[in-house]
């Protein structure tokens, strides 16, 4: 009977001693005064957030909450005030959202590109094309296998943005597939199945060593990736913290900071993967 | 005063009646058999005395204490001991399970140490202490289950045909240490089971019992020479029973036909009055001829041996008057008279050797 | 074959050279499912003896809903865990979405099912007249029970680690209702889906490694507790 009991009561001290440690850290974030920041997985996946946050906590005391999901979620979150403030790259839902209210003091971030990649034997053909749409016909005459994430992310209404202005319906056809998965994922089954993809250049970048795929166009002006940042409308959702959703805001759009985001992956990839646009316009951008 | 006093209970299931005792009673020190068929209510009446059971109504005084106030029912279990059929003993050591009656009642470590030594001798499992329980034979198992009741020194001991699931010899060998252990610590008991001679070798006195209610209640002796009802006696060991019709009455006597003889028996009874009677085996006389016919044995009845079946150091013949009768013979009979199945004998037996039960009764 | 051999090199380097991010995430896997395993242990045995050794009616129909539950799929519990506790759901005002609070509450909703059921047929499955036969012996209603779980050890022990199972290897209702917050919501299950997200397989793997290891560790001491000789 003893022995049982003493590993018992082992086991018992040693989950009271997480669990109580466990406790105190949840107590402490609770009562820092928290933002909730609703973004996108390619965001995410950059690492930009990772050095930006940590700078943003330290300058403001405020605890970020960097909830990166598809596009298409983030919106959502915003529209049901289940976030303070957006940072997102999906212009025409973006517009809708400050269209309905919920979305207030759009402001101009950052801008990065998309890609297309593919294999390193282009069996369509696209390398040279300037025309993103061209190349977009191109695959398409060609049947070639096409990953989309399918997952309604700024990647993917980009993706279906060029679809639409190259007047094909790609849904249908049996060369699209859809991963419905993030676009680092999305590469991988690209490379496996040696298909093409359009992607933003940071992911593409970071996993490039191991993919096996080339970039095969890029610079065409459809392909710009812009990023807003967006506060939620207190008016429409009471509950949201609009001090912590401004300070943030404000945050990307410093002078400071947007030279952060200036130098940011030049020591690892050789090239920013973002560039700075704070205060331009949109139509400005690319030129 | 006695022990144990109980008025009107009754038990019901879903609204039937499963017991109903409208008095029964204990005295200190005394061992009671409880006799009877399966569903007699044996096990319900144990389960209700040790309040185990919930009971319709009645009255229950142990000691003079009413036990049936809901705050008394742990204390008062803890003055008791059942022991089951199956051994129901705990995955633990055979020490262990002696001991969890007292580890339960939070009895000191050394004490425990002392009346586990103590009953475990009693009960002969001194070897078997560290074993584990899930390893002992049936014997065995059920010497811990004793050992487990009695540890805890109880005042009453409830035990539900505890021998029942054990082979013959591991049977014989318990009862006899049952019987020594009940003297040794005098405890008193109720033992419920339906072989009559554990009864008869383990009781003072007697109660059968059947449709949940008790039968007859009585010494020992009393109950099975003079039992009330044929259930009863089928159950103390009458195994002859038979009927007949009374032609004629003399002083005391009466006569009846039965399968066509004439039987001589004593009783109060009416001619013309349908009767059944019984006659335990060891009453009856086997032999050749009508030797017996000058002596004060008045029925000598030709009969044929139907069967001869061995039952322990004795014989059990079964033979056929035209009725059917049972008789013990021991070994050295069967062999001086060469008795075999098919064989014409002359059946005899007294007249007081008949016991009347009235039809009906 | 190599990605295998990198991911086992990179578990054993991030663990030996004590990586903060690594440790943090470890620990906090440990702390939550721990402590989900902890509270569906207090519900799950105390429900399940209750429910195994009382009659009552519309019994069968709660142990179905128990048994049911047990295949209550993760996903589920995270969706409706979020809906329950975002800002402008009937728990906002806690505001416990995206902490480890969130993720410890859908574990145990996940585990407390598996180890009530389990409990339900391991508390059952003891005869019958045992617990008469305990009640005799003069046992009060605790100690009664508490022997009767001693007794049915063997489950119960499989019931703890089938719950424990459950929850240190979930993954959607952790990342719904946690957040995936780096070094606040973070675990190992969550990190590991975002980095092979991101392609980083290496790390991916190493993270894999360390968790099937923790896994394997708590369910040997569970084990020998469970398989252990009876002491005098």
Redesign the interface.
């Known amino acids: 009977m003893k022995t049982i009991s003493i590993s018992k009561i082992f086991l018992a001290l040693v989950v009271a001693i997480l669990f109580m440690s466990g406790m105190s850290e949840t107590l402490q974030a609770a009562e820092q005064k928290t933002v909730i920041l609703a973004t996108t997985t390619s965001t995410q996946d950059s690492g930009l957030l990772d050095v930006l946050i940590p700078l943003f906590e330290k300058k403001t005391g405020y605890f970020v909450k960097t909830i990166s999901v598809g596009s298409g979620q983030a919106m959502a979150m915003g529209a049901k005030g289940e976030a303070d403030v957006l940072l997102v790259h999906s212009p025409a839902a973006e517009q809708k959202l400050v269209a309905d209210g919920f979305g207030i003091n759009r402001r101009l971030v950052m801008h990065n590109d998309f890609i297309i990649v593919g294999p390193l034997d282009d069996p369509a053909k696209i390398k040279g094309t300037k025309s993103t749409r061209e190349a977009f016909k191109k695959i398409a005459a060609a049947n070639r296998l096409f990953l989309s994430r399918g997952d309604n992310s700024g990647t993917h209404a980009k993706e279906k943005d060029v679809w639409k202005a190259a007047g094909i319906n790609q849904e249908k056809e049996k060369w699209y597939q859809q991963t419905g998965l993030g676009m680092g994922q999305t590469l991988n089954v690209a490379a496996e199945k040696k298909g093409y993809t359009l992607t933003d250049r940071a992911t593409y970048l970071a996993l490039k060593k191991n993919l096996g795929l080339d970039i095969l166009n890029e610079g065409d002006a459809i392909l710009l990736n812009i990023y807003h940042v967006i506060e939620i409308n207190p008016v429409k959702w009471p509950k949201i913290n609009v001090a912590g959703g401004k300070a943030f805001a404000d945050f990307m759009v410093a002078r400071d900071i947007q030279d952060v985001i200036k130098t940011f992956g030049v020591d690892k990839f050789g090239a920013p993967l973002f560039f700075p646009d704070a205060g331009k316009k949109v139509e400005d951008l690319g030129k | 005063m006695p022990m144990l006093i109980v008025n009107n209970l009754r038990v019901e299931r879903g609204g039937i009646p499963v017991l109903d005792i409208p008095h029964f009673d204990l005295e200190e020190g005394e061992n009671l058999a409880i006799l009877g068929p399966n569903g007699a209510g044996k096990t319900t009446f144990l ?1 209700t005395l ?1 309040r ?1 059971l919930k009971y319709a109504q009645g009255e229950l005084l142990f000691k003079q204490q009413d036990i049936s106030l809901p705050e008394t029912a ?1 204390s008062y ?2 003055r ?3 022991v ?1 059929q ?1 051994p ?1 003993l ?4 055979v ?2 399970n002696v001991a ?2 007292l580890k ?2 939070g009895v000191g470590r050394a004490e425990i140490e002392n009346r586990v030594s103590r009953y475990a001798e009693l009960v002969k499992i001194t070897h078997l202490l ?1 074993r ?1 329980a899930c390893k002992l034979s049936g014997g065995e198992a059920q010497r811990t289950n004793l050992a ?1 009741a009695f540890a ?1 020194e109880p005042e009453l001991i409830l035990l539900d045909e505890p021998f029942a699931n054990l082979d013959a010899p591991s049977r014989d060998s318990l009862i006899d240490d049952l019987h020594n252990i009940l003297r040794q610590t005098d405890t008193t008991a109720i033992l419920a089971t339906h072989d009559r001679l554990e009864a008869l070798r383990l009781a003072d006195r007697l109660a059968v019992m059947d449709g949940g209610k008790i039968v007859q209640i009585g010494d020992c002796h009393e109950v099975m020479n003079h039992p009330v009802n044929e259930v009863v006696a089928t159950f103390v060991g009458m195994e002859a029973v038979f009927s007949g019709c009374v032609q004629a009455i003399t002083d005391g006597s009466f006569s009846m036909s039965v399968a066509g003889h004439i039987i001589e028996a004593l009783g109060k009874v009416c001619v013309g009055e349908q009767v059944i009677c019984c006659i335990r085996p060891e009453h009856i006389i086997i032999s050749y001829d009508h030797s017996m016919a000058d002596t004060s044995v008045r029925n000598n009845l030709p009969s044929k041996i139907v069967k001869i079946t061995p039952q322990g150091p004795f014989f059990k013949l079964h033979l056929d008057c035209g009725f059917f009768l049972a008789s013990y013979v021991t070994q050295q009979s069967l062999e001086n008279l060469a008795l075999r199945e098919g064989k014409d004998v002359t059946v005899s037996f007294k007249a007081t050797a008949v016991h009347v039960i009235r039809r009906g009764k | 074959m190599d990605l295998l051999v990198d991911g086992f090199l990179k578990a054993a380097r991030l663990l030996f050279s004590l990586d903060r991010e690594v440790l943090g995430i470890t620990l906090l896997s440990l702390q939550v499912s721990g402590t989900a395993t902890l509270i569906s242990l207090f519900l799950g045995i105390s429900c399940g003896t209750a429910v195994a050794l009382t009659a009552f009616p519309g019994r069968n129909l709660v142990v179905s809903i128990i048994n049911a539950g047990m295949a209550l799929p993760p996903v589920v519990v995270g969706l409706f865990v979020t809906v329950f506790l975002w800002r402008n759901g009937p728990f906002g005002f806690m505001e416990l979405l995206y902490t480890p609070a969130a993720m410890i509450i859908a574990q145990a909703i996940i585990a407390t099912p598996i180890v009530m059921g389990i409990t339900l047929a391991a508390m059952q499955s003891l005869p019958s007249k045992l617990r008469l036969q305990i009640m005799a012996l003069g046992a009060t209603r605790m100690q009664m029970l508490w022997i009767l779980m001693q007794e049915a050890r063997l489950p119960l022990l499989a019931a703890v680690m089938a719950g424990f199972g459950g929850v240190i290897s979930e993954v959607g209702a952790s990342i719904m209702v946690g957040g995936n917050i780096k070094g606040y919501s973070r675990v190992l299950t969550t990190a590991t889906v975002m980095e092979t997200g991101r392609g980083n397989f290496d790390v991916a793997i190493a993270l894999s490694i360390i968790l099937l290891f923790f896994v394997f560790l708590i369910n040997l001491v569970l084990t020998l507790i469970q398989q252990r000789e009876r002491p005098r």
Not at chain 2, 90 to 93: A, E, I, P, Q, Y
């Open positions: 389960l040790a185990l742990v279990r803890r008791l001991a059942v089951f199956e129901l705990l995955n633990k050591t020490f262990n969890a009656g339960i009642r560290n584990d487990r805890t």
